[in-house]
């Protein structure tokens, strides 16, 4: 079966942009308990939202009230239609084309406004071939949406010959499946319970039906619980142990080995997963993230056990300021861990000969200029930093500051 390029193109581009249509509605939607037992018991990566709805002007956040602004929204509106309109002149005067582009703009439209979840549990190299891929999709659908779906995704399947296509039953509930050949493994989708469904690789829709009666499964409850926020909207996790297996899976014995030392040096193999959540709370954005990393932090990894940022960092910052980071990082810890980590025995000889390099290099500096740069001058930067510009039209401000009181003169 041949799919015409053009339109795995115009696919990747929408993958890219589509989430940034309907951004003017923030405020989460109560989270659906039936579309997080989508996840299967273990997966490489997953990602959840709960759709939006409207902000409300008289909301206590911050976020909401900003989201609820006449202006703003218009803004918002103009740059939705303005990737609209870049993104449709890809089509140039393909007229099937421009339309299935329309089509998947309704789409992920539909995608941000319901709950909804996609995961993807397997990436299996097999040689030549495509790899063997294993994943899923499930969003809520309302009754009177139904047939809108079902008419948006026949309209960006109406390149698929015929010849590839077939049904089946899954449960009570009829189900479409797409063969892609040597594009890709095989998709199955339909609307099951007010759900659409969608699953990549064989049995694999069959397997999200039968979990969609089950109960979370208890690592994403964990996660979850361990993030736990107000008003969550959205929730990213990845088994990053089981990513970098996968990666390893497709290289060579020879770049498996340095990627596998690489790993080790840097003491990035210590990983195991990554969970981030955000929402909103009665003022406005929170964002949490849990790294898991059991075992003995070395390497690059050592820079991520310090104290946390307390309430005294941020006293500084002016209430006036439209922009404010606050960010914890030592630039004497940093260079030092980045040499050894270059110096390990695990790491490549490029890495190792890095590294003898810089520390001759920075031996010569502190010959010449009388000083030891990474104590005299890297340490007593600190390793608290402010970044707050201004609102001053006459003279713009950039402060950077460390808990030994280090800050910038203001531009004249």
């Known amino acids: 079966m041949a799919v015409n390029a053009s339109w795995l193109e115009m696919v990747a581009l929408l993958l ?16 659906d308990p039936v579309v997080a037992q989508i996840a299967p018991p273990e997966c490489l990566i997953y990602s ?30 103009r740059a939705g239609h303005l990737l609209h309109e870049t993104i449709s002149k890809s089509a140039g005067s393909q007229a099937n084309r421009e339309l299935q582009i329309e089509a998947a703009f309704q789409f992920f439209q539909h995608l941000h406004a319901r709950p909804g979840a996609w995961y993807i549990s397997e ?25 809108p779906i079902v008419e948006i995704i026949e309209s960006l399947l109406k390149q698929i010959p015929p010849e590839s ?19 890709g493994p095989p998709i199955t989708w339909g609307i099951r319970d007010n759900y659409l469904v969608v699953g990549i690789g064989a049995g694999e829709a069959k397997r999200i039906a039968e979990r969609q009666r089950g109960s979370i499964t208890k690592w994403l409850a964990d996660a ?11 929730f990213v996790h990845l088994d990053i142990r089981r990513l970098v297996d996968t990666i390893r899976a497709f290289l060579g014995p020879q770049d498996a080995a340095v990627f596998a030392g690489v790993l080790q040096a840097f003491g990035l193999d210590a990983m195991e997963s990554f969970s981030y959540g955000s929402g909103l709370d009665d003022e406005g954005i929170v964002s949490r993230g849990l790294l898991k990393l059991p075992g003995e932090l070395r390497g690059m990894m050592r820079l991520v ?108």
């Open 224 to 234: 979850k619980k361990a993030i736990e926020t107000p008003r969550p909207a959205s």
């Open 16 to 31: 890219v942009g589509g989430r940034i249509l309907g951004t003017g509605e923030v405020t989460p939607l109560p989270e």
């Open 48 to 77: 959840s939202w709960t759709g939006n709805t409207s902000a409300s002007p008289d909301a206590t956040s911050s976020t909401e009230q900003l989201f609820s602004n006449p202006k703003f929204r218009a803004f918002v509106e």
């Open 123 to 147: 990436i299996k190299a097999r040689g030549n071939q495509f790899p063997k891929i294993s994943g899923g999709l499930m969003l809520r659908v309302e009754d009177d949406e139904v047939d």
């Open 305 to 412: 056990d310090c104290e946390p940022l307390v309430a005294a960092d941020f006293k500084r910052i002016s209430s006036e300021s439209p922009l404010a980071l606050v960010f914890q990082l030592s630039l004497a810890d940093a260079w030092t861990a980045f040499l050894d980590s270059c110096g390990h025995e695990a790491a490549p000889q490029d890495a190792s000969d890095l590294a003898g390099h810089l520390r001759s290099q920075l031996q010569a500096i502190d010959g010449a200029l009388g000083i030891n740069i990474r104590n005299d001058l890297f340490a007593s930067i600190g390793d608290t930093c402010e970044f707050s510009p201004s609102q001053d039209r006459r003279r713009g401000r950039a402060a950077g500051r460390s808990r030994s009181t280090l800050r910038t003169k203001p531009n004249s």
């Open 165 to 183: 296509r077939s049904t089946e039953l899954i449960g009570n509930s009829p189900f479409s499946r797409v063969e892609l050949a040597e594009l």
